[in-house]
């Protein structure tokens, strides 16, 4: 089974920020990469699939890079709304994966 | 309005059964794949497994296979998790979720609220 790390686990940052969140995988992957946005007590949102196309309707501060086994989720300039915790996900086979998350926080 | 309904969820003892639904609406239930994905309290995401736009193929995270059987009622749009011998590390809330069309792996695109399932005596 492919494994997904992601660093850091928690992220302070303050509005106007840029940031950044890594994922990595046991193995390549390829594109094959999707990031999600989930706020306490609700589902996950998706933002990114195929490791860089946005998600309809996903405003274009956010974006992501990468390719094989390491990836990258860029926010441009974080907003009030965007205090999120962030999970990338592998799609690579039919056994997927989630990374442990990133928690941006309020600084 | 595209909508995912899950429902069924509880509190349910170690080593019994328990099937929850996800009840769909709003697009061509039958032309996509639908994945469940849970959270156990304060946790990630974990993916569960997923079906088949057409029942004919399932595959399930090793955590919950040969105990958890996904299958679905196109005629009816609705989703299932048959969940056997319960064990307490299954307690979460239950996202139903949809993948791509005609394509068993992939993001998921749309969730439900989720519900809760809770596994103890």
């Known amino acids: 089974d492919i494994q997904m790390t992601q660093s850091p686990s928690t992220l302070s940052a303050s509005v106007g920020d840029r940031v950044t969140i890594t994922c990595r995988a046991s193995q390549r992957i390829s594109s094959w990469l999707a990031w999600y946005q989930q706020k306490p007590g609700k589902a996950p949102k998706l933002l990114i699939f195929?490791?860089?196309t946005l998600e309809s309707g996903v405003p274009s501060r956010f974006s992501g890079s990468g390719s094989g086994t390491e990836f990258t989720l860029t926010i441009s300039s974080l907003q009030p709304d965007d205090f999120a915790t962030y999970y990338c996900q592998q799609y690579n086979s039919y056994s997927e994966s989630f990374g442990p998350g990133t928690k941006v926080e309020i600084k | 309005q595209v909508q995912l309904v899950e429902s069924g969820g509880g509190v349910v003892q170690p080593g019994r059964s328990l099937r929850i639904s996800c009840a769909v609406s709003?697009?061509?239930?039958?032309?996509?794949?639908m994945h469940w994905v849970r959270q156990a309290p304060g946790k990630g995401l974990e993916w569960v497994g997923v079906i088949a736009y057409d029942g004919s193929s399932r595959f399930y995270a090793d955590s919950v296979k040969g105990r958890f059987t996904i299958s679905r009622d196109n005629a009816k749009n609705t989703l299932y998790l048959q969940m056997d011998s319960l064990r307490t590390e299954d307690t979460a809330v239950y996202y139903c979720?949809?993948?791509?069309?005609?394509?068993?792996?992939?993001?998921?695109?749309?969730w439900g609220q989720g519900t809760l399932v809770t596994v103890s005596s």
């Open positions: 195929q490791a860089s």
């Open positions: 709003g697009f061509t239930f039958n032309t996509y794949a």
């Open positions: 979720a949809r993948g791509l069309p005609y394509e068993s792996s992939g993001y998921l695109t749309l």
